[in-house]
């Protein structure tokens, strides 16, 4: 039919369910004669089927085309490649419907399962950036897998504004939660803004005999709900690729899809009525594991550097024994290509989050446990600026900014790089904010060392107890001692004294040794790191200090107020004598001139 006729019929059709049927029938009358029977070679049919299952090997890489081609021809033709017995495409009604649902992706309202068609890299962030190894240059391009790539010219001026906005995020988080978390959050967000160059970080530190595992390659946020995390999530991706709205759902159905489910899909074969109405599993386990393949898949995407923000996972993603193996896969197996980072906000809803050791060294966590006080509306219009008008100048400028800084790499820059990976996109940033005389105002953040959950989790930790009244009750000081004692019964759990020990960071010098009878702790260094003074205020009232000094400043007053007594009375005394000594010069004045005035000339 030609064109123009089609278009005319097409455009006639009232209905969208109208226009697809007649797109449809269109369609599938090319592999038909005039007298609308099958007019293809079964030669031709087995030939094609070979080539398009030859081309399927992994479910997340399934093309829409060659999946939807299989699916029409196995409604068509039989295993051989005929016909099947019957068939009239054109006035089959439930056949048509078959053929819609599959060619328009149609959901069958009585089946939940969707995923034939489903694709990993539909999830991934748009625009991807892709670098570029020869060029030392950083591509755009709208979607994974398209042709169509630009290069990435950055700003060489970068605007005040834009880099105010980051210190703007670091102070809401350090003003308007609870408790200051601004430290957490400027180290996240030094990861974000470096995320492009942790490949090329652990390249410099690979040629130089250095452990690449030291570098993590996931970032998390981790905390109750409601206390920002999702917030900065959605913030990080306006950063990076000028969007929010390419963050992926862990809830989405993809994660839940049942192995043996994902099994047979990927291996072209059909599912059971059973499996169709209820291909998904909520368990974590299974969760856990399809993210993982999903961000391992991800993390392997030739060249891309875009870091991808997924949000609300099960915390055992990065908790539990079954996240050590895939971190190790993806932190350990390098090649010093070009690879992506991972960002993630996820919700503990127990509260008792903790991460072993050989994953915390891999995946960067950083906690939020603090909600948000009451905001008035600007600070709520900011946030909302925050989340929808950020730029990601910034991120290309410091991206390219590093990765011609890591080109030139000397012993001394290298030796900085192996104490702290963060070292060139603060240096980078610091520039920046010199530049705008923003740095005075976000000086302390440079000075502090980088944020560390397990530090933040033992002060929190230190502080529940030390807030406990039972614990201080047992704590033992002696006059003139300037350590407290805290006995083994006064920590929870058998190796109590141990794990609060741990807690401590030890260049605070806060607990020089751990004894089985409990722990001896510097009672100003305790209190500095806590950011309070509990012990201090309890070795007062313990040893009677307080009391000494209430007396002590009780006789300080009384004797002020002697001395401002006796003060005042010899000032008096000093009054009077003047007064005196003036009312005698003025009669000895009086008496002179009255002397001279009746003396008498001989």
Known sequence: MPIERLLTVFFGKTTVEEKKIYLLDETVSTLTDADNTIGISAKEILSEKRELNGEIRDFDVIQKEKRDSIEVLNLIYDSKGFPKEKVSVMDDEPLRKKLLNVVYHDEDPNERFVFENVKASDYYPKPLFLYDDDEKAIFETPMYGSSVQHKIVPSCEISKQDVKDICDIVFFYRDNKQDDESQ?????????????????????????????????????????????????????????????????????????????????????????????????????????????????????????????????????????????????????????????VVLIAMNDRNHNFSIPHQIGRRAYAFGQENQFRQISKSEANQLTHFENDLSNQVFLYLTYWIDAWLDNVSDEDYENLSKDFLYPVKQAFKGLLSEHALYDGMKRYFESDNYDIKNDNGRRNWLALLSDKNVLEKISFNKGDETAFIPKDCFPGRDGVSRYFDYLPAKLEICPTQVDAGLSIVIDNMDSWLGNSVLREKYRADTGLAHDEHEIKIAKIQAIEQGKAMAETQFKLQQEVKKQEEEKRMRKKLGYKLKNLFRHDD
């Open 184 to 340: 957490a959050v400027f180290s996240f967000l030094m990861y974000v803004l470096e995320s492009a160059n942790i490949w090329k970080i652990r390249k410099v530190i690979s040629e130089h005999g250095g452990i690449v595992e030291n570098v993590p390659v996931v970032a998390a946020l981790i905390g109750q709900g409601e206390t920002g995390k999702t917030t900065l999530l959605k913030i990080v991706s306006c950063l990076t690729i000028g969007s929010k709205e390419h963050i992926v759902n862990a809830q989405d159905d993809m994660f839940k899809l049942k192995a043996g489910v994902k099994e047979k899909l990927a291996n072209n074969q059909k599912l059971t009525e059973a499996e169709k109405k209820n291909p998904f599993s909520e368990t974590p386990l299974v969760m856990n594991k399809n993210t993982w393949e999903f961000i391992q898949r991800y993390m392997l995407t030739k060249s891309s550097i875009t870091p991808i923000c997924i949000d609300d996972p099960n915390i055992g993603l990065i908790q539990s024994k079954s996240a050590e193996n895939p971190l190790k896969y993806l932190s350990n197996t390098y090649k010093g290509a070009p690879h992506p």
